[in-house]
């Protein structure tokens, strides 16, 4: 094998620092997005929402997500301050469906628009994410599908987290 | 204050503003002072601490920074890493700080017992150094650069050579989300360093090393494949390191820096589990060659000597001896599981394949990392 110099080395790191500088400045369609499964890599699986135990266990999910994020003091004052629990509730059980691949239509507004007055540091934003799991857990959704779910909302951080 | 004022004491004095500094620190935790105080990056996500003190892997230093922190904080971590080799124990104790999930900054101490691995070259340089007084062979050796018995001693304490290393390290993540950017092919990119210094200066010449202080740089890029609950890490660095410094820098040639090629590859079985594997490139720099003594001068010559030969068999000192002073360095792999039991540790255990070390091959053993964090 051809030794790779340190110019080599620096050189590559520039240019895959450019590309990626380019690919940021350009208009975000995947987190501004209000339709459609999440164009991950690699791809969500087509039976991702079917080992979620389709919508009625997306659901039961959004149901112990919202236990976990009221009962969780570093963020459940957010929600409460938000308000309309229920609303966001619904909304999520269409998101997460959503982003998945699920046939039905996500109603709410674009990820930036519903949290662009919360101020909403990426701490807070794990925090969901933390519970995120926990849902999983409490509804007995391997780990393994749960990234999935993860991988499908991920991209989201970059339209939710302004601070 | 009175007592800052009053006292003339400057130990008391600085007892004072110790204590007032403790009163502010400890009473406005939720109001200023320790706000830079930051763990909210999801479980496992930091990785652990390598043996070089940076964060990532156990061997192999990820794009990710060091430490719970988020972009909003500063969170540290402290490791201790024993790995047990047939020939080798290798301990590293180290500590490094997450500013911002931007910039780490590290420190690792490595100590490397290394058993009776080195005593040969005590046996051989006793020999050798027994002949110096010879009034025949003495003046040979004297011609040949060797004059004192000090120059042979070859840096070995015998039964108890332990070598021991400083590595500061410091690393900015330049670009990309190894975790959020899930939709695009983008890694997390960092570039760091590592200023190494090993104390055993002599041994390391006598394992014809060229230097016993460098530096090394690198490239890192880290991706997390959710939809596969699959981390990969690519690392590329700038080295001339001989088993990470551990036995010196360069051979007989120079420094021989070259980009050495790195990687890790771990399975998220579970929130707080991963398995995997990872690989390190190694040099050859001193591949092949002996040992030297007093600054320059090789075993394989000195069995060879027509005139000194002889006298050095009679000793035990021949070539077929000499020979097993032949170094050889191998790439390293591993094989390993960490367990994140909290945020505030996480233990990993290991199988190391680190193939030959100076003389010794076959270096497999079990290595176990506990990293606390803060």
């Avoid at chain 2, 204590?19 to 990785?47: E, Q, R, W």
């Avoid at chain 2, 990872?278 to 000195?302: A, K, M, P």
Wanted: with cysteine.
């Amino acid at each position: 094998m051809k030794p790779i110099s340190f110019k080599t080395l620096a050189v590559a790191t520039a240019l895959l620092c450019g590309a990626a500088t380019g690919s940021v400045l350009a208009e975000d369609k995947v987190a501004e997005r209000t339709e459609g499964k999440t164009p991950a890599y690699p791809g969500i699986p087509a039976d991702s929402l079917e080992k979620f135990g389709g919508q009625a266990g997306v659901d039961v999910w959004v149901d112990d997500l919202f236990y976990y994020i009221l009962a969780d003091n570093r963020i459940n004052q957010i929600f409460n301050t938000h308000g309309h629990v229920q609303r966001q509730m619904a909304l999520n059980k269409e998101l997460e469906s959503m982003v998945l691949g699920g046939p039905g239509r996500y109603t709410g507004a674009s990820m930036s628009a519903a949290h662009a007055e919360l101020g909403i540091t990426v701490t807070q934003f794990n925090a969901v994410v933390e519970d995120a799991y926990l849902a999983c857990d409490a509804a007995r959704t391997p780990y393994h599908v749960c990234n999935q779910l993860i991988a499908a909302l991920a991209p989201f951080e970059r339209a939710i987290v302004t601070k | 204050m009175k007592g800052l004022k009053g006292s003339k004491l400057p130990v008391r004095r600085c007892a004072a503003l110790l204590a007032t500094g403790m009163a502010l620190l400890g009473g406005s935790a939720h109001a200023g002072i320790l706000d830079f105080y930051n763990d909210g990056k999801v479980l496992a996500t930091p990785g652990v601490s390598m043996t070089d003190g940076a964060g990532g892997g156990g061997i192999t230093p990820w794009a990710v920074i060091t430490g719970y922190e988020t972009r909003d904080g500063i969170n540290a971590d402290f490791h201790y890493t024993y790995v047990n080799l047939p020939n080798y124990s290798l301990n590293s104790l180290g500590a490094a700080v997450g500013f911002y999930d931007r910039v780490e900054l590290s420190y690792a101490y490595d100590i490397l017992p290394t058993g009776s691995t080195f005593n040969t070259i005590g046996l051989v340089s006793n020999a050798v150094g027994g002949l110096l007084s010879s009034p025949t062979l003495g003046p040979i050796l004297s011609g040949l650069g060797l004059t004192t018995g000090n120059q042979l001693a070859g840096g070995v304490d015998p039964w108890n050579t332990t070598i021991k290393m400083h590595v500061v390290g410091a690393k900015v993540r330049l670009i990309g989300e190894a975790i959020y950017d899930s939709d695009n092919l983008i890694p997390q990119v960092s570039v760091g360093g590592f200023y190494k210094w090993n104390e055993n200066k002599v041994l390391l010449e006598t394992l014809q090393a060229a230097k016993s202080k460098d530096w090394e740089a690198y490239a890192s890029i880290t991706k997390i494949f959710f939809p596969v609950s699959t981390l990969l890490n690519v690392t590329a660095r700038y080295t001339g390191a001989n088993q990470t410094g551990l036995t010196g820098f360069g051979g007989p040639d120079g420094d021989h820096k070259k980009v050495r090629v790195e990687a890790s590859l771990a399975y998220l079985l579970k929130k707080d589990t991963a398995i995997g594997v990872e690989f390190q490139q190694h040099g050859h720099n001193v591949d092949g060659r002996n040992v030297t003594l007093g600054g320059g001068l090789d075993l394989t010559s000195l069995v060879n000597n027509p005139l000194l030969g002889p006298t050095l068999k009679g000793l035990g000192v021949d070539s077929a001896l000499v020979s097993t002073l032949t170094q050889k360095e191998s790439n390293w792999y591993d094989a390993f599981v960490a367990f994140f039991p909290s945020k505030n540790l996480s233990i990993t255990m290991a199988m190391a394949y680190l193939g030959q070390i100076t003389f010794t091959p076959n270096q497999v053993g079990y290595y176990i990392s506990l990293q606390t964090s803060f």
